[in-house]
């Protein structure tokens, strides 16, 4: 299966705080995604990139941003963190040609 | 509008059974069509993947199926098993845009009980 990281797996905050979400694939994917998902519910796509310097943001509004400084690279940060960021937050990677996605094992938030 | 309708929402079976599970979809132009498994507060594990011209695809007790002339596929699992309790979700991918698009199911909820 493929490779691809994210960091912290479980991360509990206070209101207001800066957070950064890391995501992290080593294989060379241009394309990559970050996607929203409350408990049982499926998933929103919030952000995604074709490459470095290229963010867009999905379907579903959010109140994080995005970089893309390298192609392995794909972090996502909450300015002013608030319970209704509260959620898992999934990372993933596609090839180039299609294929679908690779997803990496998710974080999830709880902010307090 | 590009859409993956997925059925049942959930179901139950005692182990060592076997069940289908469907997803119907109406993304076009057609990419591909992945069947995930996301066991609860996970990361989506893929299944299978399906192009357009293959039928059945197997990867030990699963199998999916595609009719990519009726937009319809279906993931049968075998001699189903304790671990396989899960939400098990149909992806598919688009090849109309840049980015190839991912529509997604709202995946079925399987139980397996002893």
């Known amino acids: 299966e493929a490779d691809i990281y994210q960091t912290p797996r479980y991360l509990v905050i206070g209101t207001g705080k800066k957070i950064t979400l890391e995501c992290s694939q080593t294989?060379?994917?241009?394309?990559m995604y970050w996607y929203q998902q409350d408990p049982g519910m499926e998933l929103h796509l919030i952000h995604y990139?074709?490459?470095?310097?290229?963010?867009e943001k999905g379907d579903l509004s959010s109140e994080s941003t995005v970089s893309r400084i390298r192609t392995e690279h794909f972090p996502l940060t909450l300015e002013s963190a608030r319970p209704s960021h509260t959620s898992q937050y999934l990372c993933?990677?596609?090839?180039?040609?299609?294929?679908?996605?690779?997803f990496g094992q998710g974080t999830r938030l709880t902010v307090v | 509008k590009n859409q993956v309708e997925q059925s049942p929402q959930s179901l139950i079976i005692l182990e060592g059974k076997n069940c289908t599970l469907q997803c119907n979809y109406t993304v076009s132009p057609f990419s591909n069509l992945r069947w995930y498994k996301q066991d609860t507060g996970r990361g989506p594990v893929s299944l299978t993947i399906?192009?357009?011209?293959?039928n059945t695809k197997s990867n030990g007790r699963y199998t999916a199926t595609l009719d990519a002339d009726t937009k319809q596929s279906s993931l049968h699992i075998t001699a189903s098993q304790l671990s396989d309790s899960a939400s098990y979700i149909c992806?598919?991918?688009?090849?109309?845009?840049?980015?190839?698009?991912?529509?997604f199911g709202r995946g079925t909820q399987l139980t397996v009980w002893p």
């Open positions: 990139s074709y490459g470095v310097n290229s963010t």
């Open positions: 399906m192009t357009f011209s293959e």
């Open positions: 294989m060379g994917h241009d394309k």
């Open positions: 992806v598919v991918s688009d090849r109309g845009s840049t980015l190839g698009r991912l529509y």
């Open positions: 993933a990677s596609s090839p180039p040609h299609g294929g679908g996605a690779f």
